[in-house]
């Protein structure tokens, strides 16, 4: 496994970790804004490093 598909392995896990927590966090509109904001910067991430990956 190379360093891009390590990358993206790692922001796999973190999109599912913060979904589940955006999940978890029904009574606390703040915290939901704040965690659908980091998962739209992670899948923006998932999406560049998918993108570098050879075909």
Same mark, same amino acid.
């Given at each position: 496994?190379? $360093?891009?598909?390590?990358?993206?392995? $790692?922001?796999?896990?973190?999109? $599912? %970790? @913060?979904? %589940?927590?955006?999940?978890?966090?029904?009574?606390?509109?703040?915290? %939901? %804004?704040? @965690?659908?904001?980091?998962?739209? $910067?992670?899948?923006?991430?998932?999406?560049?490093?998918?993108?570098? @990956?050879?075909?």
């Amino acid at each position: 496994m190379n $360093a891009i598909e390590q990358q993206l392995a $790692a922001a796999e896990m973190e999109s $599912a %970790r @913060l979904a %589940r927590d955006f999940v978890d966090t029904v009574d606390d509109p703040a915290k %939901r %804004r704040r @965690l659908a904001d980091q998962i739209r $910067a992670v899948g923006a991430e998932i999406s560049h490093l998918r993108a570098l @990956l050879p075909a």
